[in-house]
């Protein structure tokens, strides 16, 4: 409620601004915002348009588990403290404020698409209270009318960080850390699933995640963050 009587603030620096949901100039500048030309299955930015349905080195190389990556912009400092800012401090208006920056994101594809945020471990929901990817998919369920399952998919341990651990070390560390409820399966099914997070850096969270998903049935899997890591050697 306190977001309703206070003036809207930019959510990268607190400068007040004169409309919801707006950056200020100059966080608004240093953010880069992620569309085309980009790889069709990753969403790295190619730095020309090329041939339609193009695909990145990486992703040709070695195809990741989920069938579609998107973010609204490029990891960066603004970026990075907008998204701190919703996993500590919880205030469901920035999370209405990164949905509203990921919609152009949530693609046309085939069927009823269900969202599903990325788990937390319930102990980490117990300490902080919330799961911010859950604030984030619920903000874009409102948004698009597009059904939202929270308990779809749970982190069955907790994880360690995974900052400062390598690919591979980062893999293991959430291998069989994701599992689909019990009587889900069915609502799975043949689903086209957009897979909820804050932040992509690796891509070991989402990967594991999608391939649980798919495992348990369902059709495809896109995932859909607020900002992304676009690493300079993989373009
Ligand atoms: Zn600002
Ligand atoms: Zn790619």
Redesign the pocket.
């Known amino acids: 409620m306190l977001d309703f009587a206070l003036p809207p603030r930019c959510p990268g620096c607190g400068a007040i601004t004169g409309e919801p949901h707006r950056f200020c100039l100059a966080c608004w500048r240093s953010l880069t915002f992620l569309g085309e030309p ?7 930015p190619f730095e020309y348009g090329g041939e339609d349905e193009a ?6 190389a070695e195809p ?1 588990p989920f069938d579609r ?1 998107r973010a609204a912009v490029a990891y960066s400092d603004v970026s990075r403290r907008v998204a701190l800012k919703l996993k500590y401090s919880g205030r469901p208006g920035l999370a209405e404020t990164l949905a509203h920056f990921m919609l152009r994101h949530v693609g046309a594809g085939e069927g009823d698409a269900l969202l599903v945020p990325v788990p937390l471990h319930r102990w980490r929901i117990w300490s902080r209270g919330y799961n911010q990817a859950a604030l984030i998919a619920s903000a874009l369920s409102r948004r698009t009318g597009l059904p939202v399952g929270l308990d779809l998919l749970r982190r069955t341990r907790a994880t360690p960080p995974l900052r400062g651990l390598g690919r591979r070390e980062r893999a293991l560390a959430v291998r069989g850390a994701f599992r689909v409820g019990p009587g889900s399966r069915g609502r799975l099914a043949g689903r086209r699933i957009i897979l909820v997070d804050d932040v992509y850096t690796s891509g070991a969270t989402a990967s594991a995640c999608a391939r649980t998903l798919k495992r348990a049935g369902a059709a495809s899997v896109e995932t859909l963050c607020w900002a992304r890591v676009v690493r300079v050697e ?1 373009s």
């Open positions: 980009c790889c069709v299955r990753c969403g790295l695909w990145c080195a990486g992703c040709l990741p990556l993989d």
